[in-house]
Structure formats: C-alpha cells, structure tokens
C-alpha cells in the first residue's frame, strides 16, 4: 500500500506501508544505530517522534520477549529504507511488521532515507507526518506545519508510571535470560521520566534495591522512604517544562543523586542552570566522548534533541565529558556535593561496556555519603 511521509516544510517522500495503516504525525529523527531497532522502538525517550533508522535494511531479526526497554512502544512512526518482512533469529517471536501491527504504529519502506537524513541535518529537526490515508503532500505539509513542537512539550506526563513500583531484575544472561538480581546494599529511588528497563537492570546488579517512583513525586516522600541515593531517569520532551526540577532542586543536599539524558538535564535545571534545543539532536549508538578526567574516549548510545548550557553552570559544577562531534555537554558534576549525571545511555553499552563504570560511581557516592 503506498504511503507518505511529509514534512513540515512540504518535502515529500513516496514509500509503501508496513506496521499499521492509517495517519501519525511527530518529530522527524534519525537514529544512526545499525543494531537494536526494538530497542530504539521501546525507549520512552522517542514519545513524540518519528524516527528513521540510517542503516538500510531493518527487520531481519523479527522482534522478541526480551529486548523492550519499557511496557510498550512509544515511537509515533518508524521510517526505513527496506524492510524485511521475514525474520531469522532463534528468539524471534514475530515480524517488526506484526509488531507495529498490533501496536498500531505506521511504518513507511522504500523510501531514501539518505536523502531524508541529509535533510534533516541541513534544515534541523521538524514535525512531520505518515499516512496511507491523506495522499495529498499539501494537505500533510499543513497538518505537520499545526503540530506542537518539541520545545514546550511535557511529554514526560505520557510515559512515567503512575503507580511507585519496585524493580528486581538483573541484566540479561545467555543461559538464563533475565533473572532477578541477588543482594542489595543500598535503596535508590529511581525518578520516572521514561526510564529505561536496562537501566533499571544496571542499578539493581549493582546491588540496588530499587523503588520506581512517577515523575511528580514529591521530594519528602521520596526521602520518607530514606534511600541511600536518588536517580534521575531518562525522557521525552522539553526538560524545562513542568515541576520537575523544582522538586530536584529539593532533593540536592539530602542524598547523592545520578541522573541520565533528560535526569542530567534536569539536574542541569534544578542547579539554575539552563537548556536549549538541539538542531537535530543525538540519536544512535556511535557517538564518540571523551572524559576530561581520565582522557578517555567512549563510544556511547545516544538519544536526546536538547543539551545543557555549560556557562549557565559555571558557578555551581564543572564540565566532566565532552561529545568530540560538536564539543557539546556530555556530563557535569557538582563543584563539593556528591552529585552527577551525563548525558548519554551507559547502559546501552555500544562500547560495549566503556561507560558501566558510571555505576560503580554512583556506588562509590552512596558508600561515602
């Protein structure tokens, strides 16, 4: 079935359907990453979006039980340059196709996603749309044109939890497949703004044990539960938006904090610090930083459309890693109180493992504190 992708700048780009047929409108990105599309599928951080993956041809492994990073899919759309509609993999349970099918989730193929990638570097991230349905590229040009941007959305209110949770699962092992992590020395509240499962593994195999709790937890009673240390989840959205650093800002100095991609821009926030978005953000698994301490350079996971003001924080923290393609914040630390965060995903390991010792970090501030 044929189908559209349009811009909001009116450029048009003529493919076929896969996934669900109908109409879906977000942020147009694209993701870099040549692995882990259910990943990227299933990371509450692309709430909103429209993401086209570069590397051509996706599919080939289906989509399992084990590799989601939350309840469900939270991508608007996804656009490829040829999908594969029958899988090869031991723990393929069904086709990326049936997938976005039952999710009803619209896909575009066939289109060039070079030229579209190309474009969006050139003219910066914008709102977009698929549909089998309005095949008039004028029509979608002005649906997409009328959609809210990123900048003022609290998309963080559409993926956090509602209910606390506690998390025991460990990370992954061939054998066994996840099994529920053993021995925990320190209790961590874990702030959902769209937080990851994988990162939720890494802190309970660190010996976390690990309470959930929704975006607008207040302060007191995230400490009346008494943890040894707050975590600041990834998100979606503008990060200077809601309460959400108004309620860190109440956190800092009672316990030691860590947070990641929208937790590190919120924690950028809650120190007075201040954000700006991104032309067309860091999205995918190659991204080179260098940590200023050690020098050394780490290949990193990345998805994020806004980055903190360094000069804005000048003051209060220190610039700890640097992103070597555009010198933009990559971590920061406070100048006397145990807190630090960073911007991109340790515990996506593209590394694969150059970054895990963040979390021996996060121990080592809880031991002290």
Excluded at 99 to 123: C, K, N, S, W
Excluded at 124 to 142: F, R, V
């Amino acid at each position: 079935m044929k189908a559209l992708l349009t811009l909001a700048d009116g450029t048009t780009f003529e493919g076929t359907s896969f996934g669900a047929r109908g109409e879906a409108g977000g942020e147009v990105v694209f993701n870099t990453s040549m692995t882990g599309y259910q990943e990227i599928l299933t990371d509450p951080s692309y709430c909103g979006q429209l993401v086209a993956m570069t590397y051509p041809e996706i599919g080939n492994v289906g989509v399992n039980d084990e590799d989601v990073e939350s309840r469900r899919p939270f991508v608007q759309g996804f656009i490829v340059k040829e999908y594969w509609e029958t899988p090869s993999n031991w723990r393929a349970k069904q086709s990326l196709g049936a997938y976005l099918r039952d999710h009803g989730i619209p896909g575009i193929q066939g289109i060039d996603t070079r030229a579209l990638v190309r474009h969006v570097r050139e003219h910066g991230a914008q709102e977009g749309i698929i549909s089998t349905e309005d095949l008039d590229p004028k029509s979608l040009a002005a649906k997409a044109a009328a959609r809210p941007g990123m900048i003022g959305r609290d998309l963080v209110r559409e993926v956090t939890c509602t209910e606390p949770y506690d998390w025991e699962e460990g990370l992954w092992d061939l054998e066994a497949g996840y099994r529920k992590a053993s021995g925990s020395r320190y209790r961590v509240i874990a702030y959902d703004f769209g937080i990851k499962h994988n990162i939720l593994r890494n802190l309970a195999q660190a010996g976390c044990q690990v309470r959930v709790v929704p975006a607008t937890t207040p302060a007191a009673d995230a400490l009346a539960w008494n943890p040894d240390g707050i975590f600041l989840s990834n998100g979606p959205g503008d990060p200077d938006v809601g309460t959400y650093a108004t309620t860190v800002r109440d956190l800092i100095g009672k316990k030691p904090i860590f947070g990641i991609c929208l937790g590190h821009q919120i924690l950028g926030l809650a120190l007075g610090g201040k954000t700006y978005k991104l032309k067309f953000g860091h999205h995918g698994g190659n991204q080179p930083v260098m940590d200023l301490t050690t020098r050394k350079v780490e290949i990193t996971s990345q998805n994020h459309g806004f980055a903190v003001d360094v000069d804005s924080l000048r003051e209060v923290a220190r610039l700890t890693h640097v992103n070597l393609n555009d010198r933009t914040v990559e971590g920061l630390a406070h100048a006397e109180l145990p807190l630090f965060s960073v911007q991109y995903h340790p515990e996506a390991s593209p590394g694969p493992r150059d970054a895990s010792y963040l979390f021996d970090r996060f121990l080592e501030y809880m031991d002290r504190s």
